[in-house]
């Protein structure tokens, strides 16, 4: 397990796309938070970062897509399950590796943006929230990486996780509160604990990770089973 | 081959592209479903007394505020219809890539180009032609007479801003070759938290960008910042000189750069 572990973080490590992406995700975090802090004024830096957010989710997402289905684009996967015969070992290797690097790329993040916003607006906010949204980021991406996986190809699955983050919530927000239920409106309990009519940060959390469990349930039940 | 065979190839690779079946689907679907949704909504909301939670009660704006899905749909169409030339085939095929056989038949590249915004344009504007009556017909069944003013111009509209938002995609799927870049910067652009809104805020420059120029073709009053957007001509016009602008480099790109 260790060693599959270690495999799939040497194949997400020289990924010249993951590594641009989470790199790409830290400077976009710096410089919105940066434009938020200096254009709003008398702004929090805690409220700064957490207002970029949701733009931010396109980082994990893309990560997740990405370390998936550049699997499926080539022969990888076929190369990846010859090397780890056992799609369960595989399975929990991928997803491990997966989360310590979105788990990173989403703490540098947050962390990138508020000494950014610090440094701009200053504030005196308990920083709290910011690990909040860290989290929440994280779990947006492992919800991308189990639609990859479920669909194994880039497209879709980049066109289905982004439009379900970013265009529908506001559409569905402006006409129904119950667009809470949606995976990015109820993880933002996770860090906006006191906006009005959203759930309670545990409902939200459980929420979310029930999203993760249905999608993840289906897409591990497919790679167990599928032909690769 | 002559001009019209190219734009019929063109049209028929366009057509079978299984992204395009899902781009026309979340163009039509999307918005006759969130028109249903606001529609229920308009209907309900002064009968439940709660008209202070919505922010329209024109049936109208039920139609219009879902237009940014069909835009959603524009870019999906726009850039699969070049990303699907570069996509690199299984390595049990072969692992060609289609724009080489593309090249071989149509080698005058220019022509090539002109066909396929053509094709997008047409795509695009059939999808409008069903999503947007569809969705009117929706509205107009579950809350009531839609009124006529202005509705012709802002369907218009909206799919104008379809079309170019899509030509725009297909351009900038030129310059990047492949369909991830141009996917997440548009798509994410589309949303209610785009980059140009979030500039609008610090310059009022940034109306003169591609989306927020064209939105007073379609967008009410109630969209946000639409009391300092470019009006309607005006922010047309605009749009389409980004376009024009965006498919002359594109087209520069690709008659210079190896295939």
């Not at chain 1, 607006?121 to 994280?138: F, I, W």
């Not at chain 1, 129904?176 to 604990?193: F, I, K, M, N, V």
């Not at chain 2, 049209?11 to 689907?25: E, F, I, N, Y």
């Not at chain 2, 799927?173 to 979030?198: D, E, H, M, Y």
Request: glycine share 10%; net charge neutral.
């Amino acid at each position: 397990m260790g060693g599959a572990v270690a495999a799939e973080l040497v194949k997400i490590w020289t990924l010249p796309a993951a590594a641009a992406t989470a790199l790409g995700t830290a400077l976009a975090a710096a410089l919105l938070t940066g434009v938020v802090a200096a254009s709003a004024d008398g702004i929090d830096a805690v409220a700064a970062v957490l207002a970029v957010v949701p733009p931010l989710q396109v980082g994990p997402v893309l990560l997740g897509v990405l370390i998936v289905a550049s699997e499926y684009s080539g022969t990888q996967a076929r190369t990846t399950l010859t090397a780890v015969p056992d799609r369960t070992v595989a399975l929990v290797g991928k997803t491990t590796a997966f989360l310590v690097a979105v788990t990173a790329t989403s703490a540098a993040s947050c962390a990138a943006g508020l000494v950014v916003a610090r440094v701009v607006a200053g504030g005196t906010a308990s920083p709290s929230p910011v690990a909040g949204a860290a989290a929440h980021l994280a779990l947006i991406g492992l919800l991308a990486f189990a639609l990859a996986l479920l669909l194994r190809a880039l497209v879709p699955a980049l066109v289905g996780a982004l439009g379900t983050l970013l265009v529908v919530p506001p559409m569905l927000a402006s006409v129904t509160e119950h667009a809470r239920w949606l995976p990015d409106r109820a993880g933002s309990a996770l860090y906006l604990p006191d906006s009005a009519a959203v759930l309670a940060p545990g409902v939200g959390l459980l929420v979310l990770v029930g999203w993760i469990t249905v999608v993840g349930g289906a897409a591990a039940w497919a790679f167990l089973l599928r032909d690769a | 081959m002559k001009a019209t065979d190219t734009v019929l190839a063109e049209l028929r690779k366009s057509a079978t592209l299984p992204a395009t079946a899902v781009a026309a689907g979340i163009a039509v679907l999307g918005c006759a479903g969130i028109a249903l949704l606001n529609a229920v909504h308009v209907r309900d909301a002064p009968a439940a007394g709660r008209a202070d939670l919505v922010g329209y009660t024109a049936p109208a704006e039920a139609v219009f505020s879902a237009a940014p899905l069909g835009a959603v749909g524009a870019v999906v169409l726009g850039v699969t219809a070049v990303s699907s030339e570069y996509a690199i085939n299984s390595p049990g095929a072969g692992g060609g890539r289609q724009v080489l056989a593309t090249l071989t038949a149509i080698p005058r590249r220019p022509e090539l180009l002109v066909a396929k915004a053509l094709v997008v344009a047409l795509l695009v504007a059939a999808t409008a032609a069903v999503a947007l009556p569809v969705s009117l017909a929706i509205v107009h069944a579950v809350a009531g007479p839609v009124a006529a003013d202005g509705l012709l111009a802002r369907s218009v509209g909206a799919g104008i801003y379809w079309m170019l938002t899509a030509l725009m995609a297909m351009a900038v799927t030129v310059f990047a070759r492949g369909g991830v870049l141009p996917l997440i910067v548009l798509i994410t652009n589309s949303s209610l938290v785009s980059v140009s809104v979030l500039l609008a805020k610090v310059t009022p420059l940034a109306f003169w960008l591609p989306d927020l120029a064209g939105m007073r073709l379609f967008a009410g009053d109630l969209v946000v910042g639409a009391d300092r957007a470019l009006d309607a001509p005006t922010g047309g016009l605009v749009m389409a000189a980004w376009t024009a602008a965006l498919l002359a480099a594109a087209a520069a790109v690709l008659v210079r750069r190896d295939a």
